[in-house]
């Protein structure tokens, strides 16, 4: 049990951590988005691979976190948590929410392109993110997963572009939240989504 504690208080970062680990993520993420845009030369590629492998050796040397830590690995604090701070979806800023909405807006970089616009999984990606924030935030209350995501694409998404993002409860029915979404690039609608999230039996 002891051992089990020191384990979650060790997993939980510093400011000083976490602004290291975003600043190490934006770094690694800016290459993802450059190696997507270049013109290949094989040598320049070449000397990039090297410089890069030293850097995972370096990520190599470092403890990993506890599998079976669920608390800490998976609070709002831990970067872990935070699949923006992690890369996984693109940033997006919040401008409004919190009365079970949210408005807000987000960029696809180059790395989450398809052929000239932003590929599907990533907008998938970014709505299961962006609606299960809604489903998992102050209104709903509490942990809820994904059962079901539909979207439908309505016009192309362009890649390094502000687009404007709705997001809203449709319905509560039980442990079922039902959540709505929007994404817009000015005036013209790009995406669609709706799902279900579904959260746990309480017994
Ligand atoms: C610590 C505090 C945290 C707070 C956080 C606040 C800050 C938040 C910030 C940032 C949040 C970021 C948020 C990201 C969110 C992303 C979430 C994911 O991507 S989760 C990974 C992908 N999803 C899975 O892996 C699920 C796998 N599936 C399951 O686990 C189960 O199937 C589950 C839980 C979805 C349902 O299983 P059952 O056993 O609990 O429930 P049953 O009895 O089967 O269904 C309950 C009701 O739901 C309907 N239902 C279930 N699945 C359905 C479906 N696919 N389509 C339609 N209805 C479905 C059923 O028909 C039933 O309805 P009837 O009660 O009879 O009316």
Redesign the pocket.
Known sequence: MMERIHAMVASAPTALERRAYRNAVDAAVRILDRLAVIEPDADTLRKCERALTQVEDALRSLPTLPEDVEAPA?A?GNPRFNPAERGLVPAFAIDAGDTGQLVGRVQFSPRFGGTASVHGGALSLFF??AL??VA??SVTGG?A????LRIDYRSLAPLDVELHCRVWIEAVD???RFIRGELCHGDRLVAEAEG?W?A??TR
């Not at 997963?145 to 079901?148: G, L, N, Q, V």
């Open positions: 998976h709002p299961d993110d299960g924030m998992n935030g942990v997963r994904t059962a079901f039980g442990r079922k279900l579904v746990p039996r």
